[in-house]
């Protein structure tokens, strides 16, 4: 099985994979770990891979064509565009490890245990541009209700994970079939906020946040058209009271469509 980890911050994976499972599980060749620097798909001298998000905002966010020509050039084909999208391949997953994601769990690992392949994207700064969840992304992953720097231990988490459930990873194979959430997943964990209450992870502009927790609205950053998949109008029109108004709405259809749980009946509907 092949594993592609793409991040700024290539070095950060040196000592993970080196240890137990992992260790044992490259040196057989039942896995292949490949490890790819954003940094070499940009195209200025400052090797710039994010920028300030459309309609203001704190942060930076991870622009899209970056991310898409990485995982294009490691799959070797194109991803398409919005005249002509490519399907993805069935054997093949892009996981987005975002705080917006849908949570990780065992079941998830072990449906992932039955591809041929899984590329991680490693988010960082304020998030990622949106296209890249909606177009790019086979998956949008989370692995708790709590702020991370970036998506690089979320996937050594998720790759560990993975890694043992393969046949040949483990000495004894009913190990994995008896420890923890082998039979169901039903993991629970409790939703915190950053000290100064600006958390990336979860949206308050809207007043139903006092009653359950958001996810946080969609960033879009430059450019405006990418790959014939426009920006919303309403983040480059300047108007920030309608900004604010399509960010509520838009946290909560995102809420509603990845963590469903996070939502008041009222407000989830039938």
């Not at 798909?41 to 300030?52: E, G, N």
């Not at 991803?79 to 093949?92: F, H, L, N, R, V």
């Not at 420890?179 to 979860?202: H, K, Q, Y």
């Not at 309403?234 to 990845?258: D, F």
Request: a negative charge; glycine letters at 8%.
């Amino acid at each position: 099985m092949r594993f592609d980890l793409i991040t700024i911050f290539p070095e950060f994976f040196t000592g993970p994979l080196d240890h137990g499972i992992l260790r044992r599980a490259r040196e057989t060749g039942l896995v292949n770990v490949n490890i790819q620097d954003l940094r070499e798909f940009t195209k200025d001298k400052h090797r710039t891979v994010d920028d300030r998000p459309f309609g203001g905002g704190e942060g930076m966010v991870l622009k899209p064509a970056p991310l898409f020509e990485a995982v294009e050039s490691l799959l070797g084909r194109s991803m398409g565009d919005a005249a002509q999208p490519q399907p993805p391949d069935p054997k093949t997953a892009i996981v987005l490890l975002s705080a917006a994601g849908k949570l990780f769990h065992q079941e998830t690992a072990r449906r992932f245990a039955q591809l041929d392949r899984i590329l991680f994207i490693c988010g960082r700064y304020e998030g990622v541009d949106e296209r890249v969840a909606t177009y790019l992304a086979t998956e949008e992953i989370s692995i708790g209700d709590y702020v991370l720097s970036g998506g690089e231990l979320a996937a050594m988490l998720i790759l560990d994970s993975v890694t043992r459930l393969l046949p040949g990873a483990l000495g004894n194979e009913a190990s994995s079939q008896n420890e923890s959430f082998a039979a169901v997943s039903n993991a629970s964990a409790t939703l915190t906020e950053n000290e100064d209450d600006r958390s990336p992870n979860f949206s308050r502009h809207s007043p139903l946040a006092t009653r359950h927790f958001l996810l946080d609205y969609p960033h879009y950053t430059r450019p405006a058209e990418y790959r014939g998949w426009q920006v919303p109008e309403v983040l480059i029109g300047g108007n920030h009271a309608e900004v604010a108004k399509w960010r509520s709405a838009a946290a909560i259809e995102k809420t509603r469509r990845n963590r469903p749980d996070l939502l008041a009946p009222e407000v989830l509907g039938p």
